[in-house]
């Protein structure tokens, strides 16, 4: 069984830029959370996938968006890249979107200059 | 809304002694709740959740957590710690409601330390 992967590990861009970071489920699950990790600081919830819709929303401007395809990997775009996301992105998958365990991948390291 | 408290950022103990990391939480709604650990360059693993019933909850590598609905506090204990455990740990809600279950609010995470 294949854990959460996501890629690229480490990516750095301009700011104004746009980025595509990547995210493999882990078999069989159908959800998929993003979550935005800056330094010393905690997750924060920036949307959820179900069954290709999405299922909920953090706090995050509308230049955060994202994709799930049917074999429920997915997608984050960032548009107009600022200094501020900088951060740990964080992808994790469940069977279902009610109080199932969530599985997270390592992680994408992003810094913008 | 629901907002998560880890009343200690760094807790340092030595190795073999018991450790608690304080957790309290807000919401106007039931709540599940989770215990994550952070290794460097790692993602978060789940050590252990409470979603009903018993409010005592052993999770994996020794480490268990008490649900107090009163107190709104989920703290994580552990009789015995070892240098292995040293990493960041970090207490997240969710709501029940089926809408919004699966989507977490994390704290800002407890750094433990252990010393041999």
């Known amino acids: 069984e294949t854990g959460v992967t996501q890629s690229p590990t480490h990516l750095i861009k301009t700011r104004g830029q746009q980025v595509t970071l990547r995210c493999s489920s882990q078999s069989g699950h159908n959800t998929v959370s993003w979550y935005q990790q800056a330094l010393g600081q905690g997750p924060q919830f920036i949307f959820q996938?179900?069954?290709?819709?999405?299922?909920g929303r953090g706090n995050f401007p509308p230049r955060f968006s994202g994709l799930q395809f049917p074999n429920y990997s997915s997608e984050l775009n960032v548009n107009a890249l600022e200094l501020d996301d900088s951060a740990l992105y964080l992808c994790?998958?469940?069977?279902?979107?009610?109080?199932?365990?969530?599985?997270f991948g390592p992680g994408t390291r992003l810094t913008v200059t | 809304a629901q907002s998560v408290t880890q009343l200690d950022s760094q807790v340092p103990v030595f190795e073999e002694a018991p450790v608690e990391l304080r957790c309290n939480y807000s919401?106007?709604?039931?709540?599940?709740l989770f215990w994550y650990v952070q290794y460097p360059n790692q993602g978060l693993q789940l050590l252990l959740k409470?979603?009903?019933?018993?409010?005592l909850v052993k999770g994996i590598n020794g480490f268990e957590a008490e649900f107090n609905k009163s107190q709104t506090s989920f703290h994580l204990r552990k009789p015995s710690v070892h240098i292995s455990d040293t990493a960041e740990y970090f207490c997240?809600?969710?709501?029940?409601?089926?809408?919004?279950?699966?989507?977490?609010?994390f704290g800002d995470g407890t750094t433990l330390t252990v010393k041999p």
């Open positions: 919401s106007s709604v039931s709540v599940y």
């Open positions: 994790a998958s469940s069977l279902g979107t009610g109080g199932y365990e969530q599985y």
């Open positions: 409470y979603l009903s019933g018993s409010t």
């Open positions: 996938y179900y069954r290709e819709e999405e299922n």
């Open positions: 997240a809600v969710s709501e029940t409601f089926n809408t919004n279950a699966g989507k977490s609010t």
